[in-house]
Structures are given as structure tokens and as C-alpha cells.
């Protein structure tokens, strides 16, 4: 994918947190207990993951800017799962007003990456830099905000988030399969490198939604050796932790 400068990676966060704001400000207070897209989680559920991978990400920038490091979730795996638990039990107002302010910090720790400081270690994924915790937090906002199903949509999606999709979701695919994109006016792109192909299409906010684990809104399909065939099936979302040892 076309690589964006640091500039253009800030300003694309914050234009998802604003969209954040918008979607969750059109939710209504009633629809907080209901079944979110996410298998098992009602919105209430999402929306104290987002409160928690924002703040997360934030800590992660702020320690980073300081030339230290911390773990990602306090208590790991365990502490989080808690802790979103925990949160969808709060009242609608105060869950909103938790999310805003988790995305505020988030916002104020971007604006505050020091000059050369994008480069600077951080514990996501075990090793990643400053970079890689603000495209997580691009992925992480505009993702969730789109999951609402209020006034963000797929079709919201930048080409460039999209090209970031299909290069980061690329570990989803399994070490067998070789995928050939063709996404509606654009140039194809190969992901994988196995033994067995499949010619995948559709617009390419759709590709990178299905790639991501969510409902495409329009159709997605896969061939091989020429006949139409189920879309494969794709290994799990990448973690943010450090990998176990």
C-alpha cells in the first residue's frame, strides 16, 4: 500500500474519532442493551472495548513519548475482558461520556507524539512502534464506529484505510491460500502465497470488511479455477498483545 506520512495518519485518526463521536451520539439510549454485529457483545459491550483499546493506545503513546514502555492492558487478556464486562453494565449517558473522553485522550496523545518520536518502541504486538499503535487506533476507531450501524457505514471507509486493511489483515490469511483481490475499478493485489487460489471481488470497502470480519454491504465473491466456490475461510484477528511464549 501507498505508505501515508505521519501527518496524513494523525489527521485520518482524527477524522475517525470525530465519525466515533457522531456514531455513537446517534445511538439511542435503548439500543445500548441490544445485540451489537459482534457475536455476543450487546453495543454496550462494544462501545467498553472501544473505551478501553482507546485508552490502551493512548498510555501506549504516552509512556512511548517518554522513552518507556508498559504493558498494553493491565492484567492482560483476563483484566480486559473484565473490564469491558464491567463497562457495558453502565448507564448509556456515562458509558457515552466514558467513550468520548477515552477518544479525547487518544486524540491529545497523537497530537502529542513528539518530532522523531513515530519511530519510538512501544509493548503492542510485543514490539511495535508509535506508528503501529496509531494505525491499530485508525483500525480500532473507525471499525467499532461503523459496527454501531448509526451514521457510519463502509462506504465511509477511505481507499486508503481500505489499502491499509488489505495489508495489515493479510495475517488473517491462512498459510495455504493465496488470494487474488479484484475490487470494483481498482488494481488487483495478491495476499498469501499458498498453493490454493482464489480470485475474490467486490467494491473495496467490501473486500476490506470481509477481510476485517464484518457483513460486506454488498456482494462478495470467490472462484476458483474459474467456478464459483464459498469464501474461504480466514484465520483470527491479529492480537494487540505481546505473542505467547
Known amino acids: 500500500m501507498t505508505q501515508l506520512s505521519t501527518a496524513s495518519l494523525a489527521t485520518a485518526v482524527h477524522d475517525a474519532t470525530t465519525q466515533a463521536r457522531s456514531a455513537i451520539g446517534a445511538l439511542a439510549p435503548e439500543s445500548y442493551a441490544a445485540p451489537s454485529s459482534l457475536p455476543g457483545w450487546s453495543n454496550a459491550h462494544l462501545l467498553a472495548h472501544l473505551d478501553g483499546v482507546t485508552r490502551a493506545l493512548a498510555r501506549q503513546l504516552a509512556y512511548a513519548a517518554r522513552g518507556e514502555r508498559i504493558g498494553f492492558y493491565d492484567g492482560g487478556v483476563d483484566g480486559r475482558n473484565e473490564r469491558i464486562e464491567l463497562g457495558a453494565l453502565q448507564q448509556p449517558a456515562a458509558l457515552a461520556t466514558r467513550v468520548g473522553e477515552g477518544l479525547d485522550l487518544l486524540d491529545?496523545?497523537?497530537?502529542?507524539?513528539?518530532?522523531?518520536?513515530?519511530?519510538?518502541?512501544?509493548?503492542?504486538?510485543?514490539?511495535?512502534?508509535?506508528?503501529?499503535?496509531?494505525?491499530?487506533?485508525?483500525?480500532?476507531?473507525?471499525?467499532?464506529?461503523?459496527?454501531?450501524?448509526?451514521?457510519?457505514?463502509?462506504?465511509?471507509?477511505?481507499?486508503?484505510?481500505?489499502?491499509?486493511?488489505?495489508?495489515?489483515?493479510?495475517?488473517?490469511?491462512?498459510?495455504?491460500?493465496?488470494?487474488l483481490l479484484q475490487p470494483t475499478g481498482r488494481q488487483p493485489l495478491t495476499l498469501g502465497e499458498g498453493a490454493t487460489g482464489y480470485v475474490v471481488t467486490g467494491m473495496e470497502f467490501d473486500l476490506a470488511a470481509w477481510l476485517a470480519g464484518r457483513e460486506p454491504s454488498g456482494p462478495v465473491r470467490a472462484t476458483a479455477s474459474a467456478d464459483g466456490v464459498d469464501l474461504p475461510g480466514l484465520l483470527p484477528w491479529p492480537s494487540g498483545l505481546a505473542p505467547a511464549r
Open 108 to 179: 491529545e496523545a497523537i497530537t502529542d507524539i513528539p518530532d522523531g518520536g513515530w519511530d519510538a518502541a512501544t509493548s503492542f504486538r510485543g514490539d511495535g512502534t508509535v506508528t503501529d499503535c496509531v494505525l491499530a487506533a485508525w483500525r480500532e476507531v473507525l471499525i467499532h464506529a461503523t459496527d454501531l450501524e448509526t451514521t457510519v457505514g463502509l462506504a465511509d471507509w477511505p481507499a486508503e484505510f481500505s489499502a491499509h486493511l488489505f495489508d495489515f489483515l493479510s495475517l488473517r490469511v491462512p498459510a495455504d491460500v493465496r488470494l
